[in-house]
Protein backbone atom coordinates (compact mmCIF):
# COMPACT_ATOMS: atom_id res chain seq x y z
CA UNK A 1 0.00 0.00 0.00
CA UNK A 2 0.98 3.39 -1.12
CA UNK A 3 1.29 6.02 1.80
CA UNK A 4 -0.89 8.39 2.44
CA UNK A 5 -1.85 11.69 4.11
CA UNK A 6 -3.20 10.09 6.87
CA UNK A 7 -0.35 7.90 7.69
CA UNK A 8 2.02 8.60 10.70
CA UNK A 9 5.23 8.37 8.76
CA UNK A 10 4.38 11.05 6.37
CA UNK A 11 3.25 13.22 9.21
CA UNK A 12 6.37 12.80 10.81
CA UNK A 13 8.58 13.61 7.83
CA UNK A 14 6.45 16.69 6.53
CA UNK A 15 7.02 18.07 10.33
CA UNK A 16 10.91 17.19 9.67
CA UNK A 17 11.24 18.95 7.08
CA UNK A 18 9.12 22.03 8.09
CA UNK A 19 11.56 22.01 10.90
CA UNK A 20 14.74 21.93 8.49
CA UNK A 21 13.67 24.25 6.41
CA UNK A 22 12.94 26.69 9.44
CA UNK A 23 16.26 26.03 10.26
CA UNK A 24 18.00 27.08 7.32
CA UNK A 25 15.26 29.87 6.65
CA UNK A 26 16.55 30.88 10.61
CA UNK A 27 20.18 30.68 9.11
CA UNK A 28 20.24 33.05 6.15
CA UNK A 29 18.45 35.62 8.08
CA UNK A 30 21.26 35.50 10.53
CA UNK A 31 23.84 36.41 8.15
CA UNK A 32 22.43 39.95 7.59
CA UNK A 33 21.62 41.14 10.91
CA UNK A 34 24.90 39.95 11.57
CA UNK A 35 26.73 42.16 9.21
CA UNK A 36 23.99 45.34 10.01
CA UNK A 37 25.47 44.46 13.83
CA UNK A 38 29.29 44.92 12.87
CA UNK A 39 29.04 48.11 11.17
CA UNK A 40 30.50 50.86 13.02
CA UNK A 41 28.90 51.72 16.11
CA UNK A 42 26.55 48.48 16.05
CA UNK A 43 25.00 46.92 19.11
CA UNK A 44 28.20 44.71 20.20
CA UNK A 45 25.64 41.84 21.46
CA UNK A 46 23.98 41.74 18.11
CA UNK A 47 27.15 41.34 16.22
CA UNK A 48 28.71 38.64 19.08
CA UNK A 49 26.06 36.59 18.34
CA UNK A 50 25.14 36.80 14.87
CA UNK A 51 28.14 38.28 12.53
CA UNK A 52 29.66 34.48 12.18
CA UNK A 53 28.54 34.08 8.24
CA UNK A 54 30.65 31.04 7.69
CA UNK A 55 29.36 29.50 10.76
CA UNK A 56 25.46 30.44 9.47
CA UNK A 57 26.23 29.06 6.19
CA UNK A 58 27.42 25.74 6.84
CA UNK A 59 24.90 25.47 9.15
CA UNK A 60 22.11 26.73 6.65
CA UNK A 61 23.52 24.02 3.89
CA UNK A 62 23.50 20.78 6.49
CA UNK A 63 19.66 22.36 7.16
CA UNK A 64 18.85 22.55 3.52
CA UNK A 65 20.37 19.11 2.67
CA UNK A 66 18.79 17.41 5.46
CA UNK A 67 15.32 18.50 4.76
CA UNK A 68 16.09 17.59 0.70
CA UNK A 69 17.18 13.85 1.92
CA UNK A 70 14.00 13.93 4.35
CA UNK A 71 11.58 15.32 2.15
CA UNK A 72 12.30 13.06 -1.47
CA UNK A 73 11.95 9.61 -1.34
CA UNK A 74 13.78 8.90 -4.51
CA UNK A 75 17.08 7.49 -3.95
CA UNK A 76 18.43 8.93 -7.03
CA UNK A 77 17.64 12.41 -5.69
CA UNK A 78 19.06 11.51 -1.75
CA UNK A 79 22.24 10.23 -3.65
CA UNK A 80 22.61 13.42 -5.85
CA UNK A 81 22.08 15.82 -3.02
CA UNK A 82 24.56 13.95 -1.20
CA UNK A 83 26.89 13.91 -3.68
CA UNK A 84 26.90 17.37 -3.90
CA UNK A 85 26.83 18.02 0.17
CA UNK A 86 29.80 16.32 0.49
CA UNK A 87 31.59 18.28 -2.79
CA UNK A 88 30.47 21.45 -1.28
CA UNK A 89 32.59 20.39 2.40
CA UNK A 90 35.52 18.83 0.14
CA UNK A 91 36.50 21.73 -1.20
CA UNK A 92 35.28 24.64 0.72
CA UNK A 93 36.04 23.21 4.45
CA UNK A 94 39.90 23.52 3.61
CA UNK A 95 38.91 27.72 2.74
CA UNK A 96 36.53 28.28 5.62
CA UNK A 97 39.16 26.85 7.63
CA UNK A 98 41.66 29.48 6.42
CA UNK A 99 39.06 31.90 6.94
CA UNK A 100 38.10 31.09 10.38
CA UNK A 101 41.65 31.28 11.28
CA UNK A 102 41.58 35.13 10.78
CA UNK A 103 38.35 35.26 12.92
CA UNK A 104 40.06 33.99 15.66
CA UNK A 105 41.52 36.58 18.27
CA UNK A 106 42.44 37.25 21.85
CA UNK A 107 41.58 40.74 23.72
CA UNK A 108 44.58 41.96 25.21
CA UNK A 109 42.84 44.86 26.53
CA UNK A 110 39.81 46.29 28.26
CA UNK A 111 40.22 49.43 29.87
CA UNK A 112 37.85 52.15 31.00
CA UNK A 113 38.23 56.06 30.05
CA UNK A 114 39.24 57.99 32.82
CA UNK A 115 35.80 59.25 34.21
CA UNK A 116 34.12 57.46 31.90
CA UNK A 117 33.05 53.49 32.89
CA UNK A 118 30.89 53.06 30.26
CA UNK A 119 33.38 54.01 27.34
CA UNK A 120 36.44 50.89 27.37
CA UNK A 121 39.60 51.27 25.03
CA UNK A 122 39.48 47.86 23.64
CA UNK A 123 42.29 45.99 21.82
CA UNK A 124 42.38 42.37 20.07
CA UNK A 125 45.13 40.97 18.33
CA UNK A 126 44.83 37.84 15.89
CA UNK A 127 47.26 36.69 13.03
CA UNK A 128 46.48 36.19 9.34
CA UNK A 129 47.68 33.44 8.11
CA UNK A 130 51.55 33.93 9.41
CA UNK A 131 51.28 38.06 10.13
CA UNK A 132 49.73 39.34 13.11
CA UNK A 133 47.47 41.94 13.03
CA UNK A 134 45.83 44.20 15.83
CA UNK A 135 42.10 45.77 16.33
CA UNK A 136 41.20 48.44 18.50
CA UNK A 137 37.59 49.63 19.41
CA UNK A 138 35.77 51.60 21.76
CA UNK A 139 33.11 50.41 23.06
CA UNK A 140 30.38 52.56 24.29
CA UNK A 141 27.83 52.16 27.04
CA UNK A 142 26.65 49.31 29.46
CA UNK A 143 25.05 45.85 28.88
CA UNK A 144 22.87 45.32 25.65
CA UNK A 145 22.83 48.33 24.44
CA UNK A 146 27.18 48.57 24.01
CA UNK A 147 27.89 49.77 20.62
CA UNK A 148 31.42 49.24 19.31
CA UNK A 149 33.35 51.71 16.90
CA UNK A 150 36.38 50.52 15.52
CA UNK A 151 39.48 52.79 16.04
CA UNK A 152 42.10 51.59 14.47
CA UNK A 153 43.47 48.43 12.47
CA UNK A 154 47.60 47.33 12.22
CA UNK A 155 48.71 44.89 10.20
CA UNK A 156 51.90 43.12 11.20
CA UNK A 157 53.05 42.17 7.90
CA UNK A 158 55.35 45.24 8.52
CA UNK A 159 57.12 45.03 11.55
CA UNK A 160 56.85 49.17 11.55
CA UNK A 161 53.23 48.31 11.94
CA UNK A 162 53.37 46.35 15.38
CA UNK A 163 51.19 47.88 17.96
CA UNK A 164 53.03 49.19 21.16
CA UNK A 165 50.98 50.84 22.95
CA UNK A 166 47.21 51.76 22.96
CA UNK A 167 45.75 53.98 26.21
CA UNK A 168 43.31 56.58 27.21
CA UNK A 169 44.99 60.55 26.69
CA UNK A 170 41.90 61.81 28.31
CA UNK A 171 38.13 60.34 27.91
CA UNK A 172 37.98 61.69 24.80
CA UNK A 173 41.28 60.80 23.50
CA UNK A 174 43.51 57.86 22.13
CA UNK A 175 46.93 57.51 22.17
CA UNK A 176 48.50 54.50 19.91
CA UNK A 177 52.18 53.74 19.49
CA UNK A 178 53.47 51.47 16.53
CA UNK A 179 57.39 50.64 16.97
CA UNK A 180 59.47 48.57 14.38
CA UNK A 181 61.45 46.74 17.03
CA UNK A 182 64.36 49.14 16.04
CA UNK A 183 63.73 51.92 17.99
CA UNK A 184 61.35 53.63 15.57
CA UNK A 185 58.32 54.84 16.84
CA UNK A 186 55.07 56.65 15.74
CA UNK A 187 52.75 57.93 17.48
CA UNK A 188 48.81 58.58 16.38
CA UNK A 189 45.93 60.86 17.93
CA UNK A 190 42.31 59.83 17.71
CA UNK A 191 39.60 62.16 18.92
CA UNK A 192 36.10 60.26 20.67
CA UNK A 193 32.85 62.14 20.37
CA UNK A 194 31.77 62.97 23.86
CA UNK A 195 28.83 61.69 23.34
CA UNK A 196 28.75 58.28 21.25
CA UNK A 197 32.40 57.75 21.28
CA UNK A 198 32.75 57.78 17.84
CA UNK A 199 36.41 58.42 16.45
CA UNK A 200 37.19 61.33 14.54
CA UNK A 201 39.18 58.99 11.86
CA UNK A 202 39.57 55.27 11.58
CA UNK A 203 43.28 54.58 11.28
CA UNK A 204 44.29 51.75 8.87
CA UNK A 205 48.21 50.48 8.82
CA UNK A 206 49.55 47.89 6.25
Known amino acids: ??????????????????????????CAAAVPVGHWAAHPGGLLALARTFDHPLLFGWLFLAALTAALIV??????VRVVV???????????GPVSLLLAQSAF???????????????HLV?????????????????????LTT?????????????????????WAGPDRIR?????????RHTYVIDLSPVTGEPSRTLSRG
Open 1 to 26: MGETMADPAVRRRRTTVRALVGAATA
Open 71 to 76: GFRHAA
Open 82 to 92: SVLAAAAVLFG
Open 105 to 119: TTTLQDAPAPGRPDR
Open 123 to 143: VEEGADLIDPFWQVYVDEGTG
Open 147 to 167: RRWQVAHFNGDDPANALEEAA
Open 176 to 184: LVTDDGDGE
